[in-house]
């Protein structure tokens, strides 16, 4: 299948700074990825989709301006979270869509461990 | 209620033997429908993607009843590597923007 890389794996942060979080595709194009989080032993839940050259589009309850998203080439979304804070502390996934295939499966990312003390 | 729901489990399930488990969708504008597979502390992986007719891939089958508005998975041959979470997942029509709905995911644990 396809590859997604997903940088860092695992972050550990000081209350109130800014944690970016990248998310290549490696071998494809993708004009849309997306940015889910799961808490412990929940399910992943879609934060926003990430729109190439375009501003992204959020789920209902997620700031916009905490969550910052930036999609700038075909093969690159990146996820700002600011001024971060404990219970912003949660594993963060991104997924990418193959633009070329007709069915809507999608690659995740290794997933980002975030955790904010 | 839940767009996508399962039965959240553990299926304890002997080395060996059969466990089949199914997801309900709320949406029957409903089109693509996949199972994903989620280790602990890992990233979701295609395990396969679900067809009308259903499908197979070696020891798991996938079945889409859409008058019920449920899709199956059916493990043969359990082997200890199958224990992780399963995860439906459903995909509206193409112009909601390709966006998955997940359900909570259903824990298998293969045993000795």
């Known amino acids: 299948g396809a590859v997604v890389s997903q940088h860092p794996s695992r972050v550990i942060c000081k209350s109130g700074t800014s944690v970016k979080i990248e998310c290549r595709s490696l071998?494809?194009?993708?004009?849309?990825m997306f940015w889910y989080r799961q808490f412990p032993k929940k399910s992943l839940m879609l934060m926003a989709t990430?729109?190439?050259?375009?501003?992204?589009?959020?789920e209902q309850g997620v700031e916009k301006d905490k969550f910052l998203i930036n999609h700038a080439s075909l093969t690159l979304s990146t996820l700002t979270v600011t001024s971060a804070h404990p219970e912003d502390s949660s594993f963060y996934i991104c997924?990418?869509?193959?633009?070329?295939?007709?069915?809507?499966?999608?690659?995740f990312g290794a997933g980002t461990r975030l955790s904010v003390l | 209620r839940k767009e996508v729901e399962q039965d959240p489990g553990p299926f304890n399930v002997p080395e060996g033997a059969t466990v089949a488990f199914n997801c309900t969708y709320s949406n029957s504008a409903s089109q693509s429908f996949f199972w994903y597979r989620q280790d602990c502390r890992k990233e979701p992986k295609l395990l396969m993607s679900?067809?009308?007719s259903g499908n197979e891939d070696g020891r798991f089958t996938a079945q889409l009843n859409r008058a019920s508005q449920y899709i199956s998975l059916l493990i043969r041959d359990s082997k200890l590597s199958d224990s992780a979470t399963y995860l439906c997942?459903?995909?509206?029509?193409?112009?909601?923007?390709?966006?998955?709905?997940f359900g909570g995911g259903t824990r298998v644990l293969v045993k000795p």
């Open positions: 679900v067809y009308s």
């Open positions: 997942v459903v995909s509206p029509l193409k112009a909601a923007g390709n966006k998955l709905t």
């Open positions: 990430s729109n190439e050259g375009s501003k992204a589009t959020y």
């Open positions: 997924s990418a869509r193959d633009s070329t295939e007709a069915k809507n499966i999608q690659y």
């Open positions: 071998d494809f194009q993708a004009t849309t």
